[in-house]
């Protein structure tokens, strides 16, 4: 015969599956600290209470890969493209399928390549590297043709390569009448 069970017993079995399912709706609501809660509670009341050990570690891995999605989601809308490839490149080594995040690392690694390639851009302006600029953008365009140039770079660069071109046709057909004159 089994053991009667007694009603403290009773008590604490209906108190574990309360926590346990509270901890199991935080769980599918995303409520990472409010799960943990409620499963390392009831693992300190009965260690071997059903899967909450599993439900857990599942919890507190979800708390990880959110926190890291969230500060990715920060740092990018900043555009601080270092930040955004570390916390998802640090995801999605963890797990590779996290929402899209596999998706916007490859992305904020373009958007980094193309503002390292502006920023180029801009420094070789600066120097008056006019047909540099000008192949920076080409490959620029390569990249994302839509990609924007607030400070209006290459029609700059494009308008002074046109020019020094114009300026060496002109010099090159006045350097050729004067051979011809000099010739006779």
């Not at 140039?149 to 300026?167: F, G, N, Y």
Request: hydrophobic share 45%.
């Amino acid at each position: 015969a089994a053991a009667p069970v007694s009603l403290e017993d009773r008590e604490v079995e209906q108190r574990l599956q309360e926590r346990y399912t509270a901890g199991l709706s935080a769980f599918w609501l995303e409520e990472w600290d409010v799960a943990c809660a409620h499963f390392q509670a009831i693992l300190a009341e009965h260690p071997g209470y059903q899967d909450a050990a599993d439900r857990l570690a599942e919890a507190q891995r979800q708390k990880r890969w959110s926190e890291l999605y969230e500060q990715a989601l920060a740092a990018r809308r900043a555009e601080d493209w270092e930040a955004t490839i570390s916390d998802l490149g640090a995801l999605v080594a963890e797990e590779p399928e996290y929402k899209d995040a596999a998706a916007l690392l490859e992305a904020s690694k373009r958007q980094k390549r193309l503002d390292d390639l502006y920023a180029q851009a801009q420094h070789l302006h600066l120097a008056g590297e006019w047909q540099a600029v000008v192949n920076v953008f080409a490959h620029i365009a390569t990249l994302d043709p839509d990609y924007r140039d607030p400070d209006q770079l290459l029609p700059t660069a494009e308008q002074k390569v046109a020019e020094e071109a114009l300026r060496a046709e002109l010099d090159d057909l006045y350097y050729r009448a004067l051979r011809e004159m000099d010739a006779g």
